[in-house]
C-alpha cells in the first residue's frame, strides 16, 4: 500500500497536523500534550515571529485514507548564519511503527533541502531554542515537562536504521527539595552577595517582574549563544515569550541576580509543573481545559526549571548560589516536593556541576540526529 505525502495547506489541514499526536498516543501515561492554541501560535506565520528569518513547510502521511504520521522542515536563516552552517530542521516528527512512513516523511524534507541547495538535515528543532526539541532515547516511562517532546521507544531504531546519527544529546534531571534549607548553601549565598555586592531582585508581583523582562531576555542572548543551534532572539520574540511566560509566573518561583547598580546579571525562572494538567485538557482550554491547568498550578508538588541563565562575564562567580538559596526557600515554604530539569546539554558542564549536591537523578535524554542530504 502507498503513502501519500500531503503538504498542510489550509487552517483545518493545520488542525489534523496539530492533532495527531492525540490520536498515536491516546492513553499513553507519559506523554503531555501541547494544548491545540499554543501550536496554532507557533506554527502559523501570522503569529509566530520567527517567520521573520525562518521559512518553514509541513506535511502530513496518508496511508488507506488515514493519516499515520508527521512532519515540519525549518529553514533557520539566522542560525545558519551565526553558525556558518548549510543546514535544514526538521520539527515536529511523529510516526507509526512502520520503516516506510518514517522514510517517506524524512524524504520529504530532505527533498525540500536539496532543492534549496543545503547540505544536511538536523533535528528535531524548533525555530528557537525556546521550542520542544531533541527526540527522547532513554527515559519512555518517565512523565515528561510541558516543554518537552515525547515520543515512543520505536522512534530512534528506525531513524538510525535510515542513516541519521547523533549530533548532540541533551540531558534531563530530577532533583528532590529538601525539607530544610542547606546550610552549605545559605553560606555560599552569603559570601558571595558580600564578596561581589551582588543581591536577588524582590519582586513581589507579576507585574513588577515584568518589567524586567527585557534585561532578562537579554542575559539569555548572551549566555546561550554558544549553545548548540542557538540564534539570538529579535525584539518581537521577546515580546512573544514575555506575554507567554512572564507574564504567568509566580514571582516566588523566579529568581533575579542584580548588580550593586540594579543591572540584571543572572536568573533562573521556574514554574510549576504543568504535566498532569496538560493531560487531562486534551488540548483545548474549553470547556473545562482552563480549570485544569489553573488547578495544576496551584496543587503541583513538582517545579518545572524552564530557564537559567548567567551573564558570562559573570560565570564561575557563584551567583547560581543566591539563585537556589532563593528558590530552594520557597519551594520549602510551599511545599514543592522535586525539581524537574529541561533538557542541558550534555556538554553544558558548567549548568550540569551546579546540581551536584542534590543527589540528581538523570532520568531522560533527548537526542538531535544529523544526515548528510544526498
Given at each position: 500500500?502507498?503513502?501519500?505525502?500531503?503538504?498542510?495547506?489550509?487552517?483545518?489541514?493545520?488542525?489534523?497536523?496539530?492533532?495527531?499526536?492525540?490520536?498515536?498516543?491516546?492513553?499513553?501515561?507519559?506523554?503531555?500534550?501541547?494544548?491545540?492554541?499554543?501550536?496554532?501560535?507557533?506554527?502559523?506565520?501570522?503569529?509566530?515571529?520567527?517567520?521573520?528569518?525562518?521559512?518553514?513547510?509541513?506535511?502530513l502521511a496518508y496511508k488507506d485514507g488515514e493519516s499515520v504520521g508527521r512532519i515540519g522542515g525549518i529553514i533557520n536563516h539566522r542560525a545558519n548564519k551565526c553558525w556558518n552552517e548549510n543546514r535544514i530542521r526538521f520539527t515536529c516528527f511523529d510516526y507509526i511503527d512502520d520503516e516506510k512512513v518514517a522514510d517517506a516523511l524524512l524524504k520529504t524534507v530532505e527533498?525540500?533541502?536539496?532543492?534549496?541547495?543545503?547540505?544536511?538535515?538536523?533535528?528535531?528543532?524548533?525555530?528557537?531554542?525556546?521550542?520542544?526539541?531533541?527526540?527522547?532515547?532513554?527515559?519512555?516511562?518517565?512523565?515528561?515537562?510541558?516543554?518537552?517532546?515525547?515520543?515512543?521507544?520505536?522512534?530512534?531504531?528506525?531513524?538510525?536504521?535510515?542513516?541519521?546519527?547523533?549530533?548532540?544529546?541533551?540531558?534531563?534531571?530530577?532533583?528532590?527539595?529538601?525539607?530544610?534549607?542547606?546550610?552549605?548553601?545559605?553560606?555560599?549565598?552569603?559570601?558571595?552577595?558580600?564578596?561581589?555586592?551582588?543581591?536577588?531582585?524582590?519582586?513581589?508581583?507579576?507585574?513588577?517582574?515584568?518589567?524586567?523582562?527585557?534585561?532578562?531576555?537579554?542575559?539569555?542572548?548572551?549566555?546561550?549563544?554558544?549553545?548548540?543551534?542557538?540564534?539570538?532572539?529579535?525584539?518581537?520574540?521577546?515580546?512573544?515569550?514575555?506575554?507567554q511566560y512572564i507574564s504567568y509566573v509566580n514571582p516566588e518561583y523566579v529568581s533575579c541576580v542584580m548588580s550593586e547598580d540594579n543591572e540584571m546579571l543572572g536568573f533562573g525562572i521556574t514554574l510549576p509543573s504543568l504535566s498532569e494538567a496538560a493531560q487531562k485538557t486534551n488540548g483545548k482550554l474549553l470547556p473545562f481545559g482552563w480549570y485544569h491547568m489553573l488547578?495544576?498550578?496551584?496543587?503541583?508538588?513538582?517545579?518545572?526549571?524552564?530557564?537559567?541563565?548567567?551573564?558570562?562575564?559573570?560565570?564561575?562567580?557563584?551567583?547560581?548560589?543566591?539563585?537556589?538559596?532563593?528558590?530552594?526557600?520557597?519551594?520549602?515554604?510551599?511545599?514543592?516536593?522535586?525539581?524537574?530539569?529541561?533538557?542541558?546539554?550534555?556538554?553544558?558542564?558548567?549548568?550540569?556541576?551546579?546540581?551536584?549536591?542534590?543527589?540528581?537523578?538523570?532520568?531522560?535524554?533527548?537526542?538531535?540526529?544529523?544526515?548528510?542530504?544526498?
Amino acid at each position: 500500500m502507498s503513502i501519500e505525502i500531503k503538504e498542510i495547506i489550509s487552517k483545518s489541514d493545520l488542525k489534523k497536523f496539530i492533532r495527531f499526536p492525540f490520536k498515536l498516543y491516546k492513553n499513553n501515561p507519559y506523554w503531555v500534550p501541547v494544548l491545540d492554541m499554543d501550536e496554532i501560535n507557533n506554527l502559523s506565520k501570522d503569529k509566530n515571529p520567527a517567520y521573520e528569518f525562518c521559512e518553514a513547510r509541513f506535511w502530513l502521511a496518508y496511508k488507506d485514507g488515514e493519516s499515520v504520521g508527521r512532519i515540519g522542515g525549518i529553514i533557520n536563516h539566522r542560525a545558519n548564519k551565526c553558525w556558518n552552517e548549510n543546514r535544514i530542521r526538521f520539527t515536529c516528527f511523529d510516526y507509526i511503527d512502520d520503516e516506510k512512513v518514517a522514510d517517506a516523511l524524512l524524504k520529504t524534507v530532505e527533498k525540500w533541502g536539496k532543492e534549496r541547495g543545503f547540505e544536511e538535515i538536523h533535528g528535531p528543532l524548533g525555530f528557537t531554542d525556546m521550542d520542544r526539541e531533541g527526540m527522547l532515547v532513554y527515559g519512555f516511562n518517565e512523565l515528561g515537562t510541558y516543554a518537552t517532546y515525547y515520543n515512543h521507544d520505536y522512534y530512534p531504531v528506525l531513524i538510525e536504521k535510515l542513516g541519521y546519527e547523533k549530533d548532540t544529546d541533551w540531558l534531563q534531571f530530577e532533583y528532590q527539595v529538601p525539607k530544610e534549607e542547606p546550610e552549605k548553601l545559605r553560606k555560599i549565598a552569603e559570601m558571595v552577595a558580600k564578596r561581589y555586592k551582588v543581591h536577588t531582585l524582590k519582586a513581589k508581583t507579576t507585574k513588577e517582574l515584568k518589567s524586567y523582562a527585557h534585561q532578562i531576555f537579554d542575559v539569555l542572548n548572551q549566555s546561550f549563544l554558544p549553545l548548540y543551534g542557538f540564534a539570538p532572539l529579535s525584539e518581537k520574540q521577546i515580546d512573544l515569550f514575555t506575554k507567554q511566560y512572564i507574564s504567568y509566573v509566580n514571582p516566588e518561583y523566579v529568581s533575579c541576580v542584580m548588580s550593586e547598580d540594579n543591572e540584571m546579571l543572572g536568573f533562573g525562572i521556574t514554574l510549576p509543573s504543568l504535566s498532569e494538567a496538560a493531560q487531562k485538557t486534551n488540548g483545548k482550554l474549553l470547556p473545562f481545559g482552563w480549570y485544569h491547568m489553573l488547578n495544576g498550578m496551584k496543587k503541583a508538588k513538582i517545579v518545572d526549571m524552564y530557564l537559567i541563565a548567567i551573564r558570562p562575564d559573570w560565570q564561575n562567580k557563584g551567583l547560581n548560589a543566591l539563585m537556589f538559596d532563593e528558590l530552594m526557600r520557597n519551594y520549602i515554604k510551599n511545599g514543592i516536593e522535586k525539581t524537574i530539569q529541561n533538557p542541558v546539554l550534555e556538554t553544558n558542564n558548567k549548568n550540569i556541576d551546579i546540581w551536584k549536591d542534590y543527589n540528581p537523578r538523570q532520568h531522560i535524554r533527548r537526542r538531535c540526529y544529523i544526515k548528510k542530504i544526498d
